[in-house]
């Protein structure tokens, strides 16, 4: 069921902000079942392009489509199949962690038995049983990307989306979030995150797109785009940026 | 653990507005836990409210005790009128977006339209505010029961729930309109400013009000009054006493004023939701300004400061002025 269509599809997606275009026509197919890694340097129109994705932020111009479903067109159907994990926090963080994972499950429709069971497990595994009845609001950067995470699995999407899902993490968390993203897409499931740290990304994914400055500048499987380089090197051609200082800062050795 | 893919969930269970009302009690709840001053904060706020409820609830029924059947129009009229005028600006300048449920943080769900606007309705009815503007206006079925027996006072219940109805759903829809601007700094401290302007005028204002009554001509007022009646500031409210009076026709035509109004402003409203839930995802990247001149500590210091010495006090000073100004200018917020 899931061969018909890649798990998300954009087409042409486009926004402006006032005169700066943060995002000029992106298009991308990620097949169902693949790890897919967004990559850019800071300010390339990653978080803009998952969010008009994921239905966060209405499109310039451009379509976006979940396993079929328009994204803005069919909303309801599009979000029932889809995981967010987005870049600020967008939560009811007034809760704590099991009370937030409650209401999530409840305000999707979910069986109250098999809410209670996923959140006592997704808290378990998260580490975040400790956290007890701390407020959301209160926990460490990296506590609310646990959170965060433990609500986009919550309801079992066919796709997660998942805007730096490393990033302000601790190792073990990373390891952690490593695990479970490895085991969500061994059984079936689709990932895309954006990130900028190289390792990860060529540890965990089977493809890759490299954004800059609002459009694709390389794309396709991780060995494709790679080729017998590192994906470092190739990210630092590809954005152009500056790698290493000449002559100034003489004065930071004595 | 289990990170199974479930299958397409078509099992899904209807979500009621029971849901958000749980959650803003769960939010409100939270909020309080371990601050003693919020706790006090939101008890005076409870006290306030019942006396502004008590004096409502006297001055709607005074006219009925009184048996002032003229009176009681007017009480209805200019009071109601008000009450529903300050329900549509109140939020606009002073509450702001209601933190509590913030159609933003409902974006990643999958709730239709129809789901959220009657949970967030709902949920919305289950506040102080409320509950004091229930208790003011049910001076209101006092009045019309006295003056008209009980089916006067049935009609006026029910109007005074649909003009309560009506007062939320005004209030929300218009700030679920601007909720974009009304999330701005700028807009806030603009607020904060009118709110000081209105506190000031509160004094004058009530001089005046009090030469215009001495004065007045009862008879004109009653006449506006009845326009009011017949606009959806007043109609709820003067159901009741229309029955009251006799013109037992009216009650309906009013209450079907009120309901169309309340239904459009739903309508309006859940438009408008969807730009007040996607419109908080960014504001984008600040906007790039032309490349300043002069090296950073030229920056730094701006043309009223420039005569302050480059060395630490200056440097206070100056990042001061800087600070003050970008927020009043509401700079990128």
Request: proline residues 5%; aromatic residues 8%.
């Amino acid at each position: 069921m899931t061969g018909e269509h890649p798990a998300l599809a954009l087409r042409g997606l486009a926004k402006r902000f006032d005169s700066k275009v943060a995002v000029a026509g992106v298009d991308l197919d990620v097949p169902a079942g693949s790890f897919y890694g967004l990559l850019g340097p800071n300010g390339a129109g990653k978080t803009t392009t998952l969010s008009m994705a994921v239905g966060l932020l209405r499109p310039d111009h451009g379509q976006a489509w979940v396993l079929g479903h328009d994204v803005w067109a069919d909303p309801v159907r599009a979000k029932q199949l889809l995981g967010v994990m987005p870049d600020g926090v967008r939560l009811f963080d007034r809760l704590s962690g099991a009370e937030l994972l409650a209401y999530h499950g409840l305000l999707r429709g979910m069986d109250p038995a098999v809410v209670d069971q996923r959140a006592a497990e997704l808290l378990d595994v998260l580490a975040l049983t400790d956290a007890g009845r701390t407020l959301v609001v209160d926990y460490s950067a990296g506590m609310k990307k646990k959170i965060g995470l433990a609500c986009a699995l919550l309801h079992g999407p066919r796709l997660l989306v998942l805007d730096e899902p490393f990033e302000a993490v601790d190792p073990v968390s990373a390891a952690l979030i490593r695990d479970i993203l490895h085991r969500y897409v061994v059984g079936g499931g689709t990932v895309v995150f954006s990130s900028h740290v190289m390792e990860v990304v060529e540890r965990l994914c089977s493809h890759v797109a490299i954004l800059a400055e609002g459009t694709i500048k390389r794309i396709g499987t991780l060995a494709q785009v790679r080729g017998d380089r590192s994906l470092e090197e190739v990210f630092v051609e590809v954005v152009g940026g500056r790698t290493a200082t000449g002559e100034e800062l003489a004065w930071l050795s004595r | 653990m289990a990170v199974a893919v479930t299958p397409p969930a078509d099992r899904v269970r209807p979500v009621s507005a029971r849901h958000f009302v749980r959650l803003k009690l769960r939010v409100m709840g939270n909020n309080f836990r371990g601050q003693g001053w919020r706790i006090a904060l939101f008890v005076v706020g409870m006290l306030v409210g019942l006396w502004f409820a008590l004096g409502g609830l006297f001055l709607f029924a005074a006219p009925g005790m009184a048996g002032e059947p003229r009176y009681a129009l007017m009480a209805a009229s200019f009071g109601g009128g008000l009450l529903v005028l300050g329900w549509l600006l109140l939020p606009l300048v002073f509450f702001g977006v209601d933190e509590t449920l913030d159609p933003a943080r409902f974006a990643l769900l999958p709730l239709s339209r129809r789901t959220l606007v009657t949970g967030l309705f709902v949920a919305a009815l289950v506040s102080v505010p409320v509950l004091a503007l229930l208790v003011a206006t049910s001076g209101l079925v006092v009045t019309a029961g006295a003056l008209g027996g009980w089916s006067a006072g049935l009609v006026a219940a029910v109007g005074v729930v649909a003009g309560l109805l009506l007062c939320v759903a005004t209030s929300r829809a218009v700030t679920s309109a601007f909720a974009t601007m009304l999330r701005s700094r700028r807009v806030r401290d603009l607020a904060a400013v009118l709110l000081a302007v209105l506190a000031a005028l509160l004094g004058p204002l009530q001089i005046l009000v009090l030469a215009a009554v001495r004065e007045a001509d009862w008879d004109r007022l009653t006449g506006v009054a009845r326009v009011i009646g017949w606009t959806p500031f007043g109609a709820p409210w003067t159901a009741g006493i229309d029955v009251a009076e006799g013109r037992v026709w009216a009650a309906p035509v009013k209450l079907l004023i009120t309901a169309l109004t309340i239904g459009v402003l739903l309508l309006w409203w859940s438009r408008s939701l969807e730009s007040a839930m996607v419109g908080a995802a960014s504001a984008g990247p600040a906007r790039a300004r032309r490349g300043p001149v002069g090296g950073a500590v030229a920056q730094l210091f701006p043309r009223a400061v420039g005569w302050t010495r480059r060395n630490r006090f200056g440097a206070l000073v100056a990042r001061e002025c800087r600070y003050w100004w970008r927020d009043a200018a509401g700079g990128p917020t």
